[in-house]
């Protein structure tokens, strides 16, 4: 299993078109992909767009990204370049 | 079923008298209703097969709204359609509810509703805004499945009980198609204004109803004991014994519909100076017939042919179903006629054929006559129903909306081309049948000398005049107060159609909802009208006004009130003037004076929810 820490960056946070780019990237992977808020024991599934939208996620906040299973490595990569590249929405 | 049993009470506005008490039903957004059926358990794949047809189905029209989206406004714009074509992938929410289907024995959208319902609960609690608002993303997708799921199981209406009260936040009149009317009591709803369809509907069919009721709804569930009181205005939640035995005699009569005054019928409506005023009755529903008999309606002065279309969702009553109504009317009301309302769909009667949510400004658009000679197939089976049943007693054709004396040629022109292709059994054409003109637009007053000329009857629908003359939306609760009736530009305009059609030698009958108030009746005869038609329910009361007055006096008040310069003077002048003539209990109607907003220092108060006791 891999762990993640991650600030979410970019101005509007997990909004909706964010949200769907991760669940749409998270959707490619065999592996278990979850998210927490750091210090939380509840994990949302990153491949449900209810679930991460729940997140409520605005700047600033701290997630924890746990990845599970055959691709979790490449999965890694993506998630983490996903939220590092600002959901390619601020250049 | 809410947890507790204590009474409690909400104000309103009440729009149609009667008590009435029976269990809630509440219907949806979309004036549905979703319940919970047992499945056989040999059925329940199927219904998870139904479902996830719908899902399917759902997905693909995304799919292509968001592509016509890319194409007209780029791709970019086209996330918030992935969003919700993601819900419809999402695992966790269509698990739980193919979960329910399985577990419960549940119908889909029962169990669509119920998991849904509950993921909404958990968005509405968030601290943030913009996450809390996402909840309209996920009822924008529930609406499409049960749109989706919708047609192969209509609400069923055999498992209800009896005595069903109503309760939704808005209620569209073509709703009422669908109802078991059997069963429903009466209405309670968070919206509304006392002269929308949904009000007028109400009063027609005589159910006790209650509007702009604020804050209710969610305290209400399903299966709820509610009273509505349309009298007073008000609804309660669980009344307590005493208050049903306080109430016990006026529930045993909302029961009975007539009031005791019908037995007056045989008395003929003729005042004291010996002018006789003919007192016809307005209905909807084809058995509403029966009604109009009771109260001793001299005819059908207004037969809305509407709900003969709404209860056809799905497309136009063919000509033999509606010749067949048109046949019973004219059996039934026979020597009296019965005066027939081409289709008035468009404004507020929306219906699904005519897309009338398209047009940003429903009531200023394609409705009525405009309507009816832009869709001529249908307009000409309405017309050669008619004129077939006419065979069968007295019919006579209305058009509504009519601003141009064009309108009226080109119906007329066709409704002629009509009776000619026309074969009875005999072999011979059917007689010319009587066509009148609705006045309801302010054009059509001000030339009413040209249009009179083209018919041979006229009728005055008071709602859409006023509603035209004073620009005033009735259904908007911000300027629903001035809706008024007693307006002095209403009076004028009253006064000046009575007496071109006299002039002319026209009949001219009132056709709106203020016949059904004996204050404006007094006012109409002294302008010169001997025909009013009105709900069936108030002509023995009217005809117990008509008994009392004379045209003379009633002459003498109009001749007076049209001097004064706002609706209140004019409202108080009629009330002082009128009780002293009248010998009867006009409490209620006075109420309804001064709630219509005649009377500014009695302005009515935006529903209040008081919660009492």
Known sequence: MIQLSIVVENRLGLHARAAAKLVQLASRYGSDIYLAREGYQQAINAKSILGVLMLAASKGTHLVVSISGPDEVDAGEAVGGLFAAKFGEES | ?613
């Open chain 2, 1 to 613: 079923m809410n947890g507790t049993t204590a009474e409690m009470v909400f104000h309103g506005n009440g729009i149609s008298h009667g008590v009435a008490l029976g269990s809630a039903l509440k219907l949806d957004s979309y004036n549905r209703v979703i319940l919970k059926t047992l499945l056989d358990d040999n059925l329940v794949e199927d219904e998870v097969s139904r479902f996830q047809l719908a899902i399917r189905t759902s997905k693909e029209q995304l799919e292509g709204l968001k592509q016509q989206l890319a194409e007209k406004v780029g791709a970019e714009h086209g996330f918030i359609l992935d969003v919700h074509i993601l819900m419809l992938e999402d695992d966790s929410l269509m698990d739980h509810i193919i979960a329910i289907i399985r577990g419960q024995h549940a119908n889909a959208e029962w169990a669509v509703r119920q998991a849904t319902d509950r993921i909404m609960e958990a968005y509405k609690s968030l601290d943030d805004e913009y996450f809390r608002e996402r909840v309209s993303d996920i009822e924008n997708v529930v609406e499409r499945i049960l749109l989706n799921l919708r047609g192969d199981h209509p609400v069923p209406w055999a498992p209800l009980p009896q005595d069903l009260i109503v309760v939704a936040h808005d209620f569209n009149p073509s709703a009422f198609a669908t109802m078991d009317l059997q069963k429903v009591r009466a209405l309670a709803l968070e919206s509304g204004g006392r002269t929308s369809h949904t009000a007028i509907i109400a009063r027609s069919l005589r159910l006790p109803a209650v509007m702009e009721i604020k804050g209710f709804l969610p305290l209400v569930a399903t299966g709820d004991t509610l009273l509505v009181n349309g009298d007073e205005g008000e609804l309660v939640l669980n009344p307590s014994e005493e208050r049903l035995k306080r109430l016990g005699p006026r529930l045993e009569q909302s029961k009975l519909g007539v009031p005791e005054l019908a037995a007056s019928q045989d008395s003929a409506a003729v005042t004291e100076d010996g002018v006789h005023i003919s007192l016809q009755a307005n209905t909807e529903m084809p058995h509403e017939v029966m009604a109009a008999k009771r109260c001793g309606a001299e005819g059908i002065g207004l037969f809305r042919s509407e709900f003969l279309f709404f209860a056809h969702p799905q497309g136009f009553p063919s000509m033999g179903e509606q010749l067949e109504t048109y046949q019973m009317l004219a059996r039934e009301m026979f020597p009296y006629p019965v005066a027939i309302r081409t289709l008035d769909a468009g404004g507020d009667k929306t219906w699904a054929r005519t897309a009338p949510s398209l047009e940003p400004n429903p009531s200023m658009g394609l409705r009525g006559i405009r309507l009816s000679l832009r869709t001529k197939q249908h307009f000409s089976a309405q017309i050669e129903a008619i004129l077939r049943a006419s065979a069968s007693g007295k019919l006579e054709i209305v058009l509504p909306m009519v601003s141009t004396v064009e309108e009226l040629w080109e119906a007329k022109k066709l409704i002629e081309e009509v009776r000619l292709s026309i074969r009875l059994e005999g072999g011979q054409v059917p007689a010319p049948v009587p066509v009148g003109a609705m006045i309801e637009v302010p054009a059509a007053v001000l030339t009413l000398d040209r249009l009179a000329r083209e018919v041979d009857f006229l009728c005055v629908g008071t709602n859409d005049l006023i509603q035209y003359l004073l620009a005033v939306d009735r259904d908007n609760p911000h300027v629903a107060h001035l809706f008024q009736p007693l307006h002095p530009s209403i009076l004028q305009c009253l006064r000046r159609i009575a007496e071109t059609a006299t002039n002319l030698k026209k009949p001219v009958r009132i056709c709106g909802e203020m016949s059904c108030n004996p204050f404006f009746a007094v006012l109409f005869l002294g302008m010169g009208y001997d025909q009013l038609s009105m709900n069936p329910r108030f002509i023995p009361e009217t005809r117990q006004v008509v008994r009392s007055v004379t045209v003379r006096a009633a002459r003498k008040i109009v001749d007076e009130a049209v001097t004064f310069t706002t609706a209140a003077e004019i409202a108080e002048f009629l009330i002082a003037e009128v009780s002293r003539l009248v010998k009867l209990d006009l409490s209620s109607f006075e109420k309804e004076l001064r709630s219509s907003g005649a009377i500014s220092g009695d302005t009515p108060t935006p529903g209040s929810s008081a919660l009492a006791e």
